[in-house]
């Protein structure tokens, strides 16, 4: 079930199921391609979970993606959550598209919808990241000089506005575990985060 996502920098973001991806390669890539990796074939039920290919026109220039997932690499932080407008599953798959108008757009991979639209940037959305751990919280990195974490279990709810770069900030990562955050700005300068929630 996992995807691949590109934009060539226009509003245009494209979700092509990673098994296809692969069929294509071995098939088109090597002389003996193996027909046989990727999803299986079978009866109709196969056939209506199988994997689809996905075009998202996001409205404006797509300058950062990230996929975020409900499925935690290690044991999530959230306990007890109260589900909101959107109930997450547990095998939820979201891809965030930061765009040159300062917005973030939340879409579900497995659809295509439009699932939530976050708009309190001033300026381009030069990178995101979601948490490893499964919480689905989603720091962005904006040329407006700050970093935006959201809670989208909480309906995309801005938890914090993070300050502390003199420039644009360019890049943003979380640690494994989740509990620090680093920033890379025009400044050249690393800033770290120890996150408390």
């Known amino acids: 079930g996992s995807y691949l996502a590109w934009s060539q920098g226009h509003r245009i973001v494209k979700l092509v199921p990673w098994a296809q991806c692969l069929n294509n390669f071995l098939l088109h890539g090597t002389k003996n391609g193996s027909p046989g990796v990727g999803p299986r074939q079978g009866g109709e039920g196969a056939q209506r979970n199988k994997p689809c290919e996905h075009v998202l026109d996001c409205g404006d220039i797509v300058w950062s993606l990230a996929f975020g997932s ?11 959550v109260e589900w909101h407008r959107f109930k997450f599953g547990q095998d939820q798959l979201l891809l965030a598209t930061g765009l040159s108008n300062g917005r973030i757009k939340i879409w579900d991979v497995y659809t295509g919808k439009l699932l939530l639209n976050l708009m309190d940037h001033t300026e381009v959305v030069r990178d995101l990241t979601f948490a490893p751990d499964g919480s689905l919280i989603l720091v962005s990195a904006s040329r407006d000089k700050t970093l935006r974490v959201w ?21 943003c990562a979380f640690s494994p575990d989740s509990s620090i955050l680093c920033s890379v700005g025009a400044s050249k300068a690393v800033v770290a985060a120890i996150l408390v929630w």
Not at 70 to 80: G, L, T
């Open 70 to 80: 409900s499925v935690p690499d290690k044991q999530s932080r959230c306990v007890n």
């Open 151 to 171: 809670d989208l279990k909480d309906d995309g709810n801005m938890m914090k506005v993070l300050r502390g770069h003199p420039n644009w900030v360019y890049g």
